[in-house]
């Protein structure tokens, strides 16, 4: 029972260190003009918000949001309809990744879109994330709390038990979720990404979302483009070399006009 519960805790914590890991990476190799979808002067001018706000902006989220899994936790025992052994088979493994991964684009990809269709939830909600014009790592997860809760920690926990993955699963399965969220913000386009070599959902296909032309477009997160490519709101582009050094997404020319 506590080692269980001991998974639980590490599936709410563990996600939050690789964040912060993970962004401070990527923040050291921003100084790499020549892999850059925007300069730094950009990032500087065309962002809303400062720096320091959004670093206290995503502490606060993921305060809350960890505040609110411990107590669901321990409020349902941490049982609710999940097996607490860990599978042994890899082919049972990859298809809980698989179907959480499913479930948890399909509900950001529906509740991200309603995000942008209604008024009053963007202005009041998701407008907050969107004051990061030129996004970068670490605020991946710069959003109102509220949304932080609606997105990610419900989002989390249907593709927790909808996908069977125990407990233990979960801290690996979060973990990746979070490494591909703050790969999708990171503002920069490497060489040999492995996430840009499996997944079509990168920084650039998220860049041109962030940009006001591509806001109705590209809803997909965090990882494929189904939804996007079923329902109409695929935005494609192409990645242009800038002359001052960097990367640029630009819509196709059908887009341009739009």
Sequence with gaps: MGFAVSDELLGTVVPIVVYWIYSGMYMCLG????????????????????????????????????????LLFTVTGGHAGVSSQQPSSFIVLASQFFTAMLVMDTWQYFLHRYFHENKFLYRHLHSRHHRLVVPYAFGAL?????????????????????????????IYFFSFATIKTVDDHCGLMLPGNPLHIFFRNNSAYHDVHHQLYGSKYNFSQPFFVMWDRILGTYMPYSLEKRAEGGFEARPTKEFKED
Aim: hydrophobic share 40%; glycine share 8%; net charge negative.
């Design 31 to 70: 100084s790499f003009e020549n892999y850059r979808l925007h300069s730094k002067s950009d990032e500087e001018e065309k962002n809303l918000v400062s720096k320091l706000t959004v670093v206290k902006g995503v502490l606060f989220q993921q305060l809350l949001q960890a505040a609110v899994a411990i």
């Design 142 to 170: 710069y959003n109102h709390p509220l949304e932080g809760l609606l997105l990610d920690t419900v989002g989390g926990a249907l593709s927790f038990m909808l996908s069977g993955m125990s407990p233990r699963t979960s």
